[in-house]
C-alpha cells in the first residue's frame, strides 16, 4: 500500500512537471524481484485513486523479468526455477542483470 | 501526449537514503539492516550482541514494530541507546523513519547502527535504508524453501544468520538444503549459523560485523 502511495506522489509530482496536465495512464514497470506482487500493487492503486482527482486513471504494468549476465559467454538470460547458471552455456559464473526495478516507464497525459 | 519515463517508484525513499548511506559513511558507521519473518530471532540475536559488548562501545539501534515499544525495552537494559520506531501498521521501515528517529542523537562517533526491521520477509525488502549490509535471520523451525518463496529478500541479502540451530534435533530442518537455496538466488551470500540460546556461533557473528567496522 506504501508503494502504491508512492507510485500517485510520483505521478502528481509528474503531472506538476507538465503544468498540472491531467493523467489519462500511467505505465510501471516492476521487476520479479521487486518484492512487489503486482496484483496486490494494482489493487491498491485502484483503491488509492478511486474518488480522487486521478479516479479515470488507467495502470499499465509490465512485469520485468529476473535476469542474470553470464561472464562466460556474455549471454543474458531469464532466471527460471532461481537457477543462477547461465542458460546458454551452463556456466556457474554468472550476475546479476535486472528484474529489481520498480519505476514509472511512461505516462499519457491530456493534451492542453 | 505520451511522455516516456525512467522515474523511480521510490525515488523519494533512496534520495533519503543516499543522505543517510553519506552520513553514516562520513561517521564512519557500520550500518545493518535486520530483516525477517515475524519471531525468527533478530531481537534475540541483539540481545545476544549487546550483552557481550562492553560500555566503551559505540553502538546503537532503532528497532521496527508495528505497535509497542516490547523490542525497545528489551534493548534498552543493556545501556546502549536504543528508540523504538512504531509504524503505526506500514509493515517496513522506510528511511524516512530512520533519519527522523536518528534526529537528536549525537551519531557522529558511533560506530555501529543496528536497524531491526519490521518483521516481514517481503516488504523491507523494497526499502533501502542507507545500510552498508544487509542480513536476513531465517530460524530453522521456517523450512528450508524460505529463499526460493521469497527470493528478492535472500537476493538483496549480504549475509544469512541461521538462528535456533539449538533445535535442528527436534525439526526436520536440513543446513545443506537451505544453504543451496539461498546460495541459488544470492550466490554471494554468506551464511552464519547460531544459536541465541546457547551462544553457539555468536563468536563468529561477531567476528563478521567486526570486519565491517
Not at chain 2, 166 to 186: C, G, H, I, T, W
Amino acid at each position: 500500500m506504501s508503494i502504491a502511495a508512492s507510485v500517485l506522489d510520483a505521478l502528481r509530482a509528474e503531472s506538476a512537471l507538465h503544468g498540472g496536465a491531467r493523467i489519462t495512464r500511467a505505465g510501471l514497470r516492476i521487476g520479479e524481484l521487486s518484492g512487489v506482487a503486482v496484483d496486490s500493487l494494482r489493487f491498491c492503486l485502484e483503491m488509492l485513486v478511486a474518488d480522487t482527482d486521478l479516479a479515470a486513471l488507467a495502470f499499465e504494468i509490465e512485469c520485468a523479468p529476473w535476469t542474470r549476465r553470464c561472464r562466460a559467454c556474455n549471454t543474458v538470460f531469464r532466471v527460471s526455477d532461481a537457477r543462477p547458471e547461465c542458460a546458454a552455456c551452463g556456466s556457474g559464473d554468472t550476475e546479476q542483470a535486472g528484474g529489481d526495478q520498480m519505476e514509472l516507464s511512461f505516462l499519457e497525459l491530456e493534451e492542453p | 501526449m505520451r511522455v516516456p519515463l525512467e522515474r523511480k517508484v521510490l525515488n523519494e525513499n533512496d534520495r533519503i537514503a543516499a543522505t543517510l548511506r553519506e552520513r553514516f559513511r562520513r561517521n564512519g558507521t557500520f550500518c545493518l539492516n535486520l530483516i525477517s519473518s515475524p519471531g525468527s530471532g533478530k531481537t534475540s540475536l541483539l540481545e545476544r550482541t549487546l550483552g557481550g559488548y562492553d560500555a566503551a562501545r559505540r553502538v546503537a539501534v532503532l528497532t521496527g514494530d508495528i505497535q509497542t515499544d516490547n523490542d525497545a525495552r528489551r534493548l534498552a537494559r543493556f545501556g546502549f541507546p536504543v528508540r523504538q520506531i512504531t509504524t503505526g501498521g506500514a509493515c517496513h521501515l522506510d528511511a524516512a523513519m530512520v533519519e527522523r528517529h536518528l534526529a537528536g542523537w549525537a551519531d557522529d562517533d558511533l560506530q555501529i547502527l543496528f536497524l531491526e526491521n519490521v518483521g516481514n520477509l517481503v516488504c523491507p525488502t523494497s526499502y533501502d535504508l542507507g545500510e552498508e549490509a544487509r542480513a536476513v535471520v531465517l530460524s530453522v523451525t521456517e523450512g528450508e524453501d524460505k529463499p526460493l518463496k521469497y527470493p528478492a529478500t535472500f537476493h538483496h541479502a549480504d549475509l544469512m544468520v541461521l538462528n535456533k540451530i539449538d533445535l535442528l534435533p527436534y525439526v526436520p530442518f536440513s543446513m545443506e538444503l537451505v544453504r543451496k537455496n539461498a546460495r541459488r538466488v544470492q550466490p554471494e551470500i554468506e551464511i552464519l549459523e547460531v544459536s541465541c540460546t546457547t551462544g553457539a556461533g555468536l563468536a563468529q557473528w561477531n567476528d563478521w560485523i567486526q570486519r565491517h567496522l
